[in-house]
T-cell receptor, first 114, second 113 residues
């Protein structure tokens, strides 16, 4: 298993540009999520999905869109990038069995918006 | 609303010193509790987790944590830290109903050799 993969590893955007951060997992996990990590603020949940075709907002969803057309993929879209979206983005997938869960994190995407 | 609070933002210790990082959470339902570690330049790794049963859980690399339900706390401990423990540590609370995982602000641990 490759686990959770993210592309790109690093991206520079200009304000107003759009882009998609890719996330894929090969563990057949139903639950996937996107976090952003900022200094002093820990990880904050942007959007999450409990299965293909189902998504919901997390703590900081504004400025981001997601879709979940397959179990494997959960892309995060920035429609019009802003400097406030400069951050490190982590994708995670969750194993859930018998009321117990573990989240697996991808390596992260560093995004700089100028 | 769910929240997680880590009391120490930056901790500096000498090697062999004992470590305790505080974590308190606010949530009304059944929770799963986690500690993650992020070494410099790397992504998050799971240190340990608590779901039920013995409130004292042992994780990797000599870390342990104790769940005290009455205090809504899940503090991380290690009897003797090493320079290689220098990292950022995150406490997290997961809802077994919704699957959401909420993180604390993180604690940066610096261990001086």
């Amino acid at each position: 298993n490759a686990g959770v993969t993210q592309t790109p590893k690093f991206q520079v955007l200009k304000t107003g540009q759009s882009m998609t951060l890719q996330c894929a997992q090969d563990m057949n996990h139903e639950y996937m999520s996107w976090y952003r990590q900022d200094p002093g603020m820990g990880l904050r949940l942007i959007h999450y999905s409990v299965g293909a075709g189902i998504t919901d907002q997390g703590e900081v969803p504004n400025g981001y869109n997601v879709s979940r057309s397959t179990t494997e993929d959960f892309p995060l879209r920035l429609l019009s990038a802003a400097p406030s979206q400069t951050s490190v983005y982590f994708c995670a997938s969750r194993m859930y069995a018998g009321g117990r869960e573990t989240q697996y994190f991808g390596p992260g995407t560093r995004l700089l918006v100028l | 609303a769910q929240s997680v609070s880590q009391h120490n933002h930056h901790v500096i210790l000498s090697e062999a010193a004992s470590l305790e990082l505080g974590c308190n959470y606010s949530y009304g339902g059944t929770v799963n509790l986690f500690w993650y570690v992020q070494y410099p330049g790397q992504h998050l790794q799971l240190l340990l987790k608590y779901f039920s049963g013995d409130p004292l859980v042992k994780g990797i690399k000599g870390f342990e944590a104790e769940f005290i339900k009455s205090k809504f706390s899940f503090n991380l401990r290690k009897p003797s830290v090493q320079w290689s423990d220098t990292a950022e540590y995150f406490c997290a609370v997961g809802s077994s109903n919704t699957g959401k995982l909420i993180f604390g602000q993180g604690t940066t641990l610096q261990v001086k050799p």
